[in-house]
Protein backbone atom coordinates (compact mmCIF):
# COMPACT_ATOMS: atom_id res chain seq x y z
CA UNK A 1 0.00 0.00 0.00
CA UNK A 2 3.21 2.13 1.03
CA UNK A 3 4.35 1.63 -2.62
CA UNK A 4 1.28 2.18 -4.35
CA UNK A 5 0.72 5.82 -2.56
CA UNK A 6 4.85 6.69 -2.87
CA UNK A 7 4.20 5.84 -6.95
CA UNK A 8 0.89 7.41 -7.63
CA UNK A 9 2.54 10.51 -5.61
CA UNK A 10 5.27 10.75 -7.71
CA UNK A 11 3.59 10.30 -10.92
CA UNK A 12 1.39 13.53 -9.56
CA UNK A 13 4.60 15.16 -9.45
CA UNK A 14 5.90 14.12 -12.79
CA UNK A 15 2.71 15.06 -14.59
CA UNK A 16 3.97 18.52 -16.73
CA UNK A 17 6.92 16.36 -18.06
CA UNK A 18 4.20 14.16 -19.47
CA UNK A 19 2.24 16.83 -21.55
CA UNK A 20 4.29 16.47 -24.48
CA UNK A 21 3.35 13.52 -25.45
CA UNK A 22 5.75 10.96 -27.91
CA UNK A 23 3.66 11.51 -31.27
CA UNK A 24 4.44 14.91 -31.03
CA UNK A 25 7.98 15.13 -30.50
CA UNK A 26 10.24 15.12 -33.17
CA UNK A 27 12.61 12.73 -34.72
CA UNK A 28 15.68 14.95 -34.94
CA UNK A 29 16.90 15.69 -31.46
CA UNK A 30 18.69 19.25 -32.48
CA UNK A 31 15.17 20.35 -33.99
CA UNK A 32 13.21 18.44 -30.85
CA UNK A 33 15.19 20.92 -28.73
CA UNK A 34 14.51 24.12 -30.18
CA UNK A 35 11.22 23.24 -30.08
CA UNK A 36 11.12 22.79 -26.63
CA UNK A 37 12.87 25.69 -25.99
CA UNK A 38 10.27 27.79 -28.12
CA UNK A 39 7.46 26.23 -26.13
CA UNK A 40 8.79 27.11 -22.63
CA UNK A 41 8.17 30.98 -23.65
CA UNK A 42 4.75 30.95 -24.83
CA UNK A 43 1.61 31.52 -22.33
CA UNK A 44 -0.58 28.56 -22.78
CA UNK A 45 -3.95 30.98 -23.57
CA UNK A 46 -6.01 28.78 -21.12
CA UNK A 47 -4.01 27.82 -18.09
CA UNK A 48 -2.42 31.47 -18.90
CA UNK A 49 0.34 31.78 -16.12
CA UNK A 50 1.61 28.13 -17.58
CA UNK A 51 4.03 27.55 -20.62
CA UNK A 52 2.79 25.44 -23.38
CA UNK A 53 5.09 22.84 -23.06
CA UNK A 54 3.90 21.66 -19.68
CA UNK A 55 0.30 22.28 -20.60
CA UNK A 56 -1.47 19.60 -21.20
CA UNK A 57 -4.86 21.84 -22.37
CA UNK A 58 -5.90 20.91 -26.39
CA UNK A 59 -4.93 24.62 -27.41
CA UNK A 60 -1.46 24.26 -25.65
CA UNK A 61 -0.83 21.01 -27.71
CA UNK A 62 -2.00 22.91 -31.48
CA UNK A 63 0.24 25.41 -30.71
CA UNK A 64 3.46 22.96 -30.08
CA UNK A 65 1.93 21.20 -33.40
CA UNK A 66 2.16 24.15 -34.99
CA UNK A 67 5.72 24.96 -33.79
CA UNK A 68 7.24 21.75 -34.57
CA UNK A 69 5.26 22.55 -38.50
CA UNK A 70 7.08 25.62 -38.27
CA UNK A 71 10.10 24.43 -37.86
CA UNK A 72 10.23 21.49 -40.06
CA UNK A 73 9.47 23.99 -42.67
CA UNK A 74 12.80 25.82 -42.26
CA UNK A 75 11.69 28.90 -39.82
CA UNK A 76 14.05 30.38 -37.77
CA UNK A 77 12.94 30.73 -34.02
CA UNK A 78 12.21 34.89 -34.46
CA UNK A 79 9.85 33.91 -37.38
CA UNK A 80 8.16 30.76 -35.45
CA UNK A 81 7.67 33.27 -33.15
CA UNK A 82 6.44 36.07 -34.97
CA UNK A 83 4.25 33.70 -36.67
CA UNK A 84 2.54 32.59 -33.08
CA UNK A 85 2.31 36.38 -31.94
CA UNK A 86 0.73 37.37 -35.04
CA UNK A 87 -2.05 35.29 -34.22
CA UNK A 88 -2.51 35.27 -30.75
CA UNK A 89 -1.12 38.55 -29.83
CA UNK A 90 1.62 39.31 -27.38
CA UNK A 91 -0.23 38.02 -24.21
CA UNK A 92 1.21 34.64 -25.34
CA UNK A 93 4.65 35.76 -24.47
CA UNK A 94 5.70 34.75 -20.99
CA UNK A 95 8.40 37.68 -21.09
CA UNK A 96 6.99 40.51 -23.66
CA UNK A 97 9.16 42.72 -25.40
CA UNK A 98 9.90 45.69 -23.54
CA UNK A 99 9.11 48.63 -26.03
CA UNK A 100 6.43 50.34 -27.53
CA UNK A 101 3.28 50.29 -25.41
CA UNK A 102 4.60 47.68 -23.41
CA UNK A 103 7.33 50.18 -22.17
CA UNK A 104 5.34 52.21 -20.65
CA UNK A 105 3.30 49.35 -18.52
CA UNK A 106 6.73 48.67 -17.48
CA UNK A 107 7.87 52.01 -16.68
CA UNK A 108 4.23 53.23 -14.71
CA UNK A 109 5.15 51.05 -11.47
CA UNK A 110 8.56 52.76 -11.06
CA UNK A 111 7.01 56.28 -12.14
CA UNK A 112 3.91 55.77 -9.60
CA UNK A 113 6.39 54.83 -7.19
CA UNK A 114 8.41 58.17 -7.64
CA UNK A 115 5.60 60.41 -7.61
CA UNK A 116 4.02 59.04 -4.68
CA UNK A 117 7.59 59.74 -2.85
CA UNK A 118 7.22 63.52 -4.55
CA UNK A 119 3.65 64.05 -3.45
CA UNK A 120 4.91 62.59 0.22
CA UNK A 121 7.61 64.71 0.54
CA UNK A 122 5.81 68.00 -1.22
CA UNK A 123 3.38 67.48 1.96
CA UNK A 124 5.52 66.57 4.95
CA UNK A 125 7.39 69.75 3.76
CA UNK A 126 4.33 72.03 3.92
CA UNK A 127 3.38 70.21 7.43
CA UNK A 128 6.79 71.14 8.66
CA UNK A 129 6.73 74.71 7.45
CA UNK A 130 3.65 75.67 8.44
CA UNK A 131 4.20 74.77 12.58
CA UNK A 132 5.43 77.87 14.40
CA UNK A 133 8.16 77.38 17.38
CA UNK A 134 6.31 77.77 20.96
CA UNK A 135 5.52 81.51 22.32
CA UNK A 136 7.19 82.73 25.53
CA UNK A 137 4.18 82.21 27.01
CA UNK A 138 3.64 78.09 26.32
CA UNK A 139 7.61 77.94 26.52
CA UNK A 140 7.14 79.56 30.46
CA UNK A 141 4.63 76.37 30.94
CA UNK A 142 6.04 73.76 29.46
CA UNK A 143 9.56 74.93 31.59
CA UNK A 144 7.26 74.87 34.76
CA UNK A 145 6.04 71.27 33.70
CA UNK A 146 9.09 69.99 33.30
CA UNK A 147 10.24 70.79 36.65
CA UNK A 148 7.42 69.03 38.63
Sequence with gaps: MKRA???ALALGAAAPVFAVQPSEMLA??????RARELSKELRCPVCQNENID????QIAKTLREVIRARITEGDTDAEVMAFVTDRFGEFVL???ATSGWNLMLWAAGPLMLLGGIAVAAVTLR???AGESALSAEEEARLAELMKD
Excluded at 54 to 57: Q, R
Aim: glycine content about 6%; proline content about 11%; cysteine-free.
Design 28 to 33: DPALEA
Design 5 to 7: LVL
Design 54 to 57: DSDA
Design 126 to 128: RRG
Design 94 to 96: LKP
